[in-house]
C-alpha cells in the first residue's frame, strides 16, 4: 500500500473541532489527559482550569491563523498599538463570549460535574499594568478584533505584573505577582521573530561602498527580544488579532567565547542582566521615576516592534519604502514608547541608506501620539547624560531632529528665543533633559487627549506653543471601554433581561441600549432590573464578607470607588464624608437614614507616602465604624484589597453609586466611570474628565454633580485658605476635630498627621477642603434618592441606556476614521 506524501501544514484534514457541548467534553477529557498527563480524577483545579483553556483555545487557532493570512494577503494598512502596559485580566470568560461558546461551555462542565466559577477563578489576571492606561489598552485591541481593524497590540511581557496588595495592620504590603508560574496557556512563543536590540556602544561615520558618508552604531551591548503572541477574538466574527509581547533573553553568544574559563560564572550573569529587561512592570501610575531601567525597557519595546514591523514590511516589498507610510501607522499608548520616534528614523537611514529627508517624511507620517495626563510629574523627562550612554545613537537623532525643529521655529517666530527654549526637546538646566513629551509632539501627524475637556486643556496650556504652530495635529479621542467584558461577560443577570427586552444588538452596537429609555418607566422592568442589580450585590457582600470579615446588607446603598490610590483621585474627600456620616450617627441625626456600605479599594505606588496613609486611615476608620453597635447596620466601610480586573467584574455590576470625584482638571478621562454607568450604578463626580460627557449623555437629573471646575480650580490657587472653610463649617471642623484628636488612631497617636496638613495646607494642590460642603451635600441628595427606589431604579435604567457613547467600538471608529484610516478585513472563518 503506497502512502500520498503529506505537507505537514496542509491541515485539510486535520478534522474540524465542533462546537457542541459534547465536543467540548472530549477536548476538555483528551487534554486533561493527552496534554497534562492526568488520569485518576483529582483535587487538582488547575489542571481542570488548563484543560478547559486548552479545549477553548483550540477553537481559535484556526481562525488566529486565516486572520494573519487574510491581513498578509491584502496588504492593506495596518496600526500598530505600542504600549508599556496591557492590563488584560483573565482571558478564559472572554474567550468563551466571543466564540459564541458560553451556553455549550457550561453545559460541558456540567455534564462533567465541575463547577465554573471555581475553574473561571483558577486563572490568574494578566496584570501588566497599572490601571486605566493598561486597561485602555485592553479595551482597544477587543474593539479592534470586534471591528475587524487590522491592528497588533505590542507590549512586554513583564515575568512579574503589577504587585499583588496584601493588608496587614491595615497597610499595604506588596508582593510579587508572578503571574506565569502556573504557565501560561494564552501566549505562544514565536522563536522566529526574534529580534536583536542594542544598547550602549558608540555611533560612528564611515564611507559605504559607494562613498557615501554613513553613521552606524557599533560596540554595542546587545539583547534578544522574544515574541510571545496572545490571541484576540472578536466578538463571533471569525476574527481573531494578535498581541504581541517581548521577551528579553541574552544573545546566543552572550560571551562565552570571550570570557577565560576563570570567568564562566560572570559572564552566565551577564546573561541575567540582559533577561532583566523585561523581569517587572513598574508600579507607578501616572508618576515616572527615571530609572535606567525603565528606559531600557522602553527602548526595548520600541526598537523589537518597530524591527518586527519592518521585517514584514521588507519580506513584501523589499528596501521600497515609498509606500510605507501610506500603508503603516504607529499609535504610541502615552510618551512611554516615543523613542519609536528616533528608532525608526535610525533603522530608515543606517540599516536602508534612506536620506534624512526621506527618513523623516515617513517616521512623521506614521507616529500618532496619545496624551494620558496633565499632571506635570507624569511627563517624562530623561537626562541627556543617562540617555547619551544607555542609546548614543538615539541621541544623536534626537538632537538633530531637535535643531531642525528649532530653526522651523525660529523662521515662523523670528527673534522669538524664548519660545524657542520653551519648546526645544532638550531642555536646558544644571542637568539636561530630554523631553519625551516635545519629541513625540514634533514626531507625530496626531496629538490626542482622552476626554474632551483634556484635549482642551492640552490646547490651552501644556502644548499651548505647539497647539499655535500645528494646530491640525492635535485632536480628541474620548476613551470608552469594552461592553463585552464590562457588562456582557461580567453582569450576566442585567445582560440576560436587556437582551431579552431589546435584543441582543447591544452587544456590538452599544448606541442600541437607548431602547431601554421607556422601560424606565416600566414598573415591571423596574422590578426585573432590581432584581438584577439585587443579585450582583450579594455576590460582592460574599466576597467582602470573605475577604474582609465584613457583612454587606445589600440592600443598603453600595458606595464605591475602586481605582489607583493618588491625592488628585481623592479618596481622602471620600473618607472625610464616611467620617462625617460617623459623627452624624453618634449624634443620633439619623432620620430618613440611608444605610450605606462604602467600598474603596485601589493601589498605592510603593514609594507613595501619602497614598500609603490614606490606605491606612481607610482600614483604621473601617476599624471604628464596622465595630460600633451603635452604628450597626447604618454604616459599614472596607477596604478591598488587590483591586484588579478580575475584581472589577464583579464590583462594577454591584455598584449603586460610583465615585468619580477627582479635582477638576486632573483626572484626563477616567475609565471606571463608564464601566459604573454602563452597569446602571449613579455617578456622584465632579466636572472633570469623561465625568463631563457621562453627564450629557445620561443628563443633569441622573447624575450627583458638585464641586469647583477646572477654572474655578485654577482661579483658587493663590488665596486658598482651608483653615477658614473648616472653622465656617460646623459639620467639617467635627469630621477635622475627630481626625486630629486621634479618634482613628487610638493606639498610634499622630498617625494621620501628615494627611490633616495636607488638607489645612493653602497649598494643597487637591484643594479637598474647597469641595467638603458640595460634595456632603451631593452625598445628601444621593442617599435622599436612594430612599425612592422607584426613582432610583429608574435613573439606573437610565445610566445603562444612555451609556452607549462609551463603548470603546465608538472610540476606535474614531480612531480609525480620523488616525488611522484602515480598512475593516473580514474574516474567511466562521
Ligand atoms: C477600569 C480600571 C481602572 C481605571 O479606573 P479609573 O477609575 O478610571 O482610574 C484601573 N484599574 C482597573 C483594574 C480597572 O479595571
Not at 70 to 82: P, W
Not at 276 to 293: F, Q, R, T, W
Not at 741 to 752: A, I, K, M, R, Y
Amino acid at each position: 500500500m503506497t502512502k500520498e506524501i503529506k505537507e505537514i501544514r496542509d491541515i485539510r484534514d486535520v478534522p474540524p473541532v465542533g462546537k457542541t457541548s459534547d465536543d467540548l467534553v472530549n477536548g476538555i477529557q483528551r487534554h486533561y489527559l493527552r496534554t497534562f498527563g492526568q488520569h485518576k480524577p483529582n483535587n487538582s483545579v488547575d489542571y481542570k482550569y488548563k484543560a478547559l483553556a486548552c479545549t477553548i483555545r483550540d477553537r481559535l487557532m484556526e481562525c488566529w491563523k486565516n486572520t494573519k493570512e487574510a491581513h498578509e494577503e491584502q496588504d492593506k494598512k495596518r496600526a500598530y498599538y505600542l504600549s508599556l502596559e496591557f492590563l488584560m485580566g483573565r482571558a478564559l470568560g472572554n474567550a468563551v463570549l466571543n466564540l459564541g461558546l458560553d451556553e455549550q461551555t457550561e453545559e460541558a462542565l456540567h455534564k462533567l460535574g465541575l463547577d465554573v466559577e471555581e475553574i473561571i477563578d483558577q486563572e490568574s489576571d494578566a496584570g501588566l499594568g497599572n490601571g486605566g492606561l493598561g486597561r485602555l489598552a485592553a479595551c482597544f485591541v477587543d474593539s479592534c478584533a470586534t471591528l475587524q481593524l487590522p491592528v497588533v497590540g505590542y507590549g512586554i511581557r513583564y515575568e512579574y505584573g503589577m504587585f499583588r496588595q496584601q493588608i496587614v495592620d491595615g497597610n499595604q504590603v506588596e508582593e510579587p505577582d508572578h503571574w506565569l508560574r502556573n504557565g501560561n496557556i494564552w501566549e505562544l512563543e514565536r522563536p522566529e521573530h526574534t529580534q536583536c536590540v542594542h544598547f550602549g556602544g558608540r555611533s560612528e561615520s564611515y564611507h559605504d561602498a559607494k562613498g557615501t558618508l554613513r553613521t552606524r552604531w557599533v560596540d554595542t551591548e546587545d539583547v534578544l527580544a522574544v515574541p510571545y503572541d496572545t490571541p484576540i477574538p472578536g466578538y463571533k466574527n471569525g476574527t481573531v488579532n494578535t498581541l504581541r509581547l517581548w521577551k528579553s533573553a541574552a544573545t546566543d553568544e552572550f560571551n562565552l567565547g570571550e570570557f577565560n574559563a576563570g570567568s564562566y560564572p560572570e559572564s552566565v550573569a551577564s546573561k541575567n542582566e540582559a533577561e532583566h529587561i523585561s523581569m517587572v512592570l513598574y508600579p507607578n501610575d501616572a508618576s515616572e521615576n527615571g530609572k535606567e531601567l525603565r528606559l531600557r525597557q522602553q527602548y526595548f519595546l520600541a526598537s523589537a516592534s518597530i524591527k518586527d514591523v519592518l521585517r514584514q514590511w521588507v519580506e513584501v516589498h523589499g528596501n521600497d519604502f515609498s509606500e510605507f507610510a501610506e500603508k503603516n501607522v504607529f499609535q504610541l499608548n502615552d510618551t512611554h514608547p516615543t523613542v519609536s520616534v528616533a528608532e525608526l528614523m535610525r533603522i530608515l537611514m543606517d540599516d536602508y541608506a534612506l536620506e534624512w529627508d526621506a527618513a523623516w517624511a515617513i517616521t512623521s507620517q506614521t507616529m500618532a501620539y496619545t496624551n494620558h495626563t496633565l499632571l506635570p510629574e507624569a511627563l517624562e523627562r530623561w537626562p541627556v547624560y543617562l540617555f547619551g550612554r544607555l542609546l548614543p545613537r538615539l541621541l544623536e537623532i534626537i538632537y538633530e531632529i531637535n535643531a531642525r525643529f528649532l530653526s522651523e521655529v525660529a523662521n515662523r517666530w523670528p527673534g522669538d528665543v524664548e519660545r524657542q527654549s520653551r519648546m526645544s526637546i532638550i531642555e536646558e538646566g544644571p542637568v539636561q533633559q530630554v523631553r519625551m513629551a516635545y519629541l513625540a509632539l514634533v514626531g507625530s501627524f496626531s496629538v490626542n487627549g482622552v476626554a474632551q475637556l483634556h484635549s482642551d486643556l492640552l490646547v490651552e496650556g501644556l502644548f499651548a506653543d505647539f497647539y499655535a504652530m500645528w494646530p491640525e495635529k492635535f485632536n480628541n479621542k474620548t476613551n470608552g471601554v469594552t461592553q463585552r467584558r464590562w457588562m456582557a461577560w461580567c453582569n450576566k443577570p442585567m445582560s440576560e433581561l436587556i437582551t431579552d427586552t431589546i435584543g441582543g444588538d447591544w452587544v456590538t452596537d452599544l448606541g442600541e441600549l437607548r431602547k431601554l429609555v421607556p422601560y424606565a418607566d416600566d414598573a415591571e422592568f423596574r422590578k426585573q432590573w432590581a432584581a438584577c442589580k439585587h443579585q450582583n450585590k450579594e455576590r460582592l457582600a460574599a466576597i467582602v464578607e470573605a475577604e474582609c470579615g465584613v457583612t454587606f446588607n445589600p440592600d443598603a446603598m453600595f458606595d464605591i470607588q475602586v481605582k489607583r490610590i493618588h491625592e488628585y483621585k481623592r479618596q481622602l474627600l471620600n473618607v472625610l464624608h464616611v467620617i462625617h456620616l460617623y459623627d452624624r450617627i453618634k449624634r443620633g441625626d439619623t432620620d430618613n437614614w440611608t444605610p450605606r456600605c462604602v467600598l474603596i479599594g485601589g493601589k498605592a505606588a510603593p514609594g507613595y507616602y501619602i497614598a500609603k496613609q490614606i490606605i491606612k486611615l481607610v482600614n483604621n476608620v473601617a476599624e471604628v465604624v464596622n465595630n460600633d453597635p451603635e452604628v450597626g447596620d447604618k454604616l459599614k466601610v472596607v477596604f478591598f484589597p488587590n483591586y484588579r480586573v478580575s475584581a472589577m467584574e464583579v464590583i462594577a455590576p454591584a455598584a449603586d453609586l460610583s465615585e468619580q470625584i477627582s479635582t477638576a482638571g486632573k483626572e484626563a478621562s477616567g475609565t471606571g466611570n463608564m464601566k459604573f454607568m454602563m452597569n446602571g450604578a449613579m455617578t456622584i463626580g465632579t466636572l472633570d474628565g469623561a465625568n463631563i460627557e457621562i453627564r450629557e449623555e445620561v443628563g443633569d437629573e441622573n447624575f450627583f454633580l458638585f464641586g469647583l471646575t477646572a477654572e474655578e480650580v485654577e482661579a483658587t490657587r493663590g488665596h486658598y485658605n482651608p483653615d477658614a472653610i473648616i472653622a465656617d463649617d460646623a459639620d467639617f471642623s467635627r469630621v477635622m476635630e475627630l481626625l486630629e484628636c486621634g479618634h482613628f488612631s487610638q493606639f498610634e497617636p499622630g498617625l494621620f498627621s501628615a494627611i490633616f496638613h495636607a488638607i489645612r495646607s493653602p497649598h494643597d494642590p487637591w484643594l479637598v477642603a474647597a469641595d467638603f460642603r458640595a460634595y456632603v451635600d451631593a452625598q445628601q441628595l444621593a442617599a435622599e434618592a436612594f430612599l425612592d427606589q422607584n426613582r432610583w431604579q429608574k435613573m439606573s435604567v437610565l445610566n445603562t441606556a444612555y451609556s452607549g457613547k462609551f463603548s470603546t467600538d465608538r472610540t476606535m471608529q474614531d480612531y480609525n476614521r480620523d488616525i488611522w484610516k484602515l480598512t475593516p478585513i473580514p474574516s474567511k472563518c466562521s
